[in-house]
């Protein structure tokens, strides 16, 4: 079992740029997709970011392409998502969470993913 927990989230002007950190337990950390996701007051959870286990391949949702980058850390067992020119629709709670099965290079799909951090809530004021 996988526990993790996101942090890093907080009040920033439109332009800023934030870096949350997902943290995570468990020995097979390294060995699973990690997805980032999100999700603005009203609307659904979606894709945002996501990694590969060995960190080779990235995927970016077309919404912040050029301006988000994640990366992990198998050996501190975090993974990280960069932010940088924030925008006030970038206002959402950000989940991070685990792919279901093992050495998969990635879904966007949030019912492929088992395990789920409680969040972390970032807010880009205008």
């Known amino acids: 079992q996988v526990q993790l927990a996101e942090s890093g989230g907080g009040l920033v002007q439109a332009g800023g740029s934030l870096r949350l950190s997902c943290a995570a337990s468990g020995r097979t950390f390294s060995t699973y997709y990690i997805g980032w996701f999100r999700q603005a007051p009203g609307k659904e959870r979606e894709f945002v970011a996501g990694?590969?286990?060995?960190?080779?391949?990235?995927h970016l949702a077309d919404s912040v392409k050029g301006r988000f980058s994640i990366s992990r850390d198998n050996v501190k067992l975090t993974v990280y998502l960069q932010m940088n020119s924030l925008k006030p629709e970038d206002t959402a709670v950000y989940y991070c969470?685990?792919?279901?099965?093992?050495?998969?290079?990635?879904?966007?799909?949030?019912?492929?993913?088992?395990?789920w951090g409680q969040g972390t809530q970032v807010t880009v004021s205008s």
């Open positions: 969470a685990v792919d279901r099965i093992p050495y998969r290079l990635g879904s966007v799909t949030i019912t492929e993913y088992e395990y």
């Open positions: 990694i590969s286990p060995s960190g080779g391949r990235i």
